[in-house]
């Protein structure tokens, strides 16, 4: 076997095409896993009240531009004692967002939006809850929103592993058992 179809079989077994440099391949890899969306950071925050605290973050499955600047959305729920869920994202002023999960059609609702207007999330203590039994039951999550002086924005999360996460940490069941 002639040396140069031993390392294009080589080549072959190693996932690369005739020709990849490393850092080819490197950019094919980091462009799957960007198909994939992210995937979710567990940060745990130590304990308030003997209760554990636990954040979860999500970035969205790509970046925005807004305002000449490129900006990653990111779903944020924090588990435990001050329980919360939101959307960090650029700059906004706009209650008004469409929400929409797998292939459902977007459904517009009044979000809040946080004192530094770069926060959107369910306005009340209850939407909260029954938006993440939304998240839960869903591999898929869909933002549409207003940033600041610009266009609207449409961004996507992959909120697959969510369940999973959060049956396997403490702070999270409190969540789970107000559903």
Same mark, same amino acid.
């Given at each position: 076997?002639?040396?140069?179809?031993?390392?294009? @079989?080589?080549?072959?077994?190693?996932?690369?095409?005739?020709?990849?440099?490393?850092?080819?391949? $490197?950019?094919?890899?980091?462009? $799957?896993?960007?198909?994939?969306?992210?995937?979710?950071?567990?940060?745990?925050?130590?304990?308030?009240?003997?209760?554990?605290?636990?954040? @979860?973050?999500?970035?969205?499955?790509?970046?925005?531009?807004?305002?000449?600047?490129?900006?990653?959305?990111? @779903?944020?729920?924090?588990?435990? #004692?001050?329980?919360?869920?939101?959307?960090?994202?650029?700059?906004?002023?706009?209650? +008004?967002?469409?929400? $929409?999960?797998?292939?459902?059609?977007?459904?517009?609702?009044?979000?809040?939006?946080? #004192?530094?207007?770069?926060?959107?999330?369910?306005?009340? +203590?209850? $939407?909260?809850?029954?938006?993440?039994?939304?998240?839960?039951?869903?591999? @898929?999550?869909?933002?549409?929103?207003?940033?600041?002086?610009?266009?609207?924005?449409?961004?996507?999360? +992959?909120?697959?592993?969510?369940?999973?996460?959060?049956?396997?940490?403490?702070?999270?069941?409190?969540?789970?058992?107000?559903?």
């Amino acid at each position: 076997m002639s040396k140069a179809i031993l390392l294009m @079989l080589l080549g072959l077994l190693a996932g690369c095409s005739v020709g990849d440099a490393p850092e080819q391949k $490197a950019a094919k890899d980091s462009h $799957a896993s960007e198909a994939k969306g992210e995937k979710w950071d567990r940060m745990p925050a130590g304990q308030v009240n003997g209760r554990d605290k636990t954040f @979860l973050s999500l970035n969205a499955t790509s970046s925005i531009h807004v305002q000449d600047k490129n900006f990653t959305p990111e @779903l944020n729920i924090g588990c435990g #004692p001050g329980s919360h869920v939101y959307v960090k994202v650029p700059a906004t002023e706009d209650r +008004n967002v469409r929400v $929409a999960f797998d292939q459902s059609a977007p459904v517009q609702q009044k979000w809040f939006v946080g #004192p530094d207007h770069d926060v959107l999330g369910p306005p009340t +203590n209850e $939407a909260e809850h029954f938006f993440l039994g939304q998240l839960l039951g869903a591999k @898929l999550f869909r933002l549409e929103f207003t940033p600041k002086g610009g266009t609207p924005q449409s961004v996507t999360f +992959n909120v697959l592993d969510l369940g999973d996460i959060m049956n396997h940490d403490t702070a999270c069941t409190s969540w789970l058992t107000h559903r």
